[in-house]
């Protein structure tokens, strides 16, 4: 652990979860590839096996919607959605098949693991602090199998614009009843996480995995998630 600004008492660990409690690229390759064979299922048209495709209508979205990027599962959906009506596929079977296309990426994508030593940190954690999780991606912490050690969880879109805009970090602090100070968020991503929280005037520990040059300072730097066994 890193010290760049001296820490002032908190009460609140807020956690980002893609990429700071576990590996989320595989977790997103599975999910990626269970929507494409559900796609494919439906239909028939090559292009539904093909990413890049479907990316695109999500790109086409959000030149015409900015704000849909947001809440990524909707314009996930709304994306899947389009592409079929590209197909030519009417509108309402487009909207059903968008469902399970959607409901397919879903499943994998809140099928993550945590390692037993993450496990064991967030419970020893738990005993000393109030955890939350500010994510703006739509990974589920019941799922996971750690939603008791965290009073609530806020995901981008329907809580808010993104990190990092200070708007999920805001929330946060309104549901607690505490400043935005109290908490220390902790995040892999130097832009959504330490930005994010240092602009809601939250305190920021950046997990950096690449040794990142360091811009916009953090209050700690860690190099892995267990360093937090430091706060105990």
């Known amino acids: 652990m890193q010290v760049y600004k001296a820490l002032q008492p908190f009460s609140v ?39 890049q495709f479907w990316w695109q209508q999500r790109v086409k979205l959000a030149r015409i919607e900015p704000e849909i990027r947001h809440d990524i599962g909707r314009w996930r959906l709304l994306g899947i959605e389009a592409g079929l009506i590209e197909l030519g596929i009417n509108r309402a079977d487009a909207r059903e098949m968008a469902e399970q296309g959607y409901a397919a990426f879903l499943r994998e994508r809140t099928r993550i693991t945590l390692t037993d030593d993450v496990i064991r940190l967030l419970q020893a ?33 329907p809580d808010g614009k993104m990190k990092p805009y200070s708007d999920l970090f805001q929330v946060a602090a309104a549901r607690l009843q505490v400043s935005a100070a109290e908490i220390l968020h902790i ?23 690449y040794q990142s040059p360091v811009t916009v300072l953090p209050h700690i730097r860690l190099t892995e998630i267990n360093d937090l066994s430091g706060l105990l």
């Not at 602090?129 to 009073?151: P, Q, S, V």
């Not at 832009?191 to 920021?204: E, T, Y």
């Open 13 to 51: 660990l807020s956690f980002d979860l893609d990429d700071t409690l576990y590996d989320n690229k595989p977790v997103i390759e599975a999910a990626e590839q269970a929507m494409l064979k559900a796609l494919a299922d439906l239909t028939p048209a090559s292009q539904t096996t093909d990413s």
């Open 125 to 157: 954690l738990a005993s000393r602090y109030r955890l939350i999780a500010i994510t703006n991606g739509n990974a589920c912490i019941d799922k996971m199998g750690i939603g008791e050690l965290f009073e609530f969880s806020l995901q981008a879109g």
């Open 187 to 209: 995040g892999d991503s130097h832009r959504a996480d330490v930005m994010g929280a240092l602009n809601a005037g939250c305190q920021a520990a950046w997990l950096d995995h």
